[in-house]
């Protein structure tokens, strides 16, 4: 502290303010935030809860498109989730 000013308080007083107003911004949008459409295959398999390799077989099998950009591989998570519908099961047999 010099000559009666606070840095420290300063600094917390305006990370103070900040929150507020990323909280106020936050709830003003719903909470929303931006989603990413196209998944790496890694993210994928994440995504599923399968392998890496599980994921491979699955897109040479042909049960799953892929999106390429460049060299780059990535597979639409609509595509994703329509999988599980695909594959969902009523449960009674």
């Known amino acids: 502290m010099q000559d009666g000013f606070n840095i420290d308080g300063l600094i917390e007083a305006l990370a103070k303010r900040v929150a507020e107003h990323v ?7 719903g909470g929303a935030r931006i989603k990413a ?3 790496t295959v890694e993210q994928a398999a994440m995504y599923l809860g ?6 491979q077989h ?13 060299r780059r591989v990535f597979l639409d998570i609509r595509d994703l989730d329509r999988l599980i519908e695909d594959y969902k099961t009523s449960g009674i047999r």
Do not use: C, H, N, P
Request: aromatic content about 4%.
């Open 23 to 29: 909280r106020a911004e936050l709830a003003q949008d």
């Open 37 to 39: 459409r196209l998944l």
């Open 50 to 55: 399968r392998t890496e390799e599980a994921m």
């Open 58 to 70: 699955l897109i040479a099998s042909g049960k799953i498109q892929t999106v390429r950009f460049d």
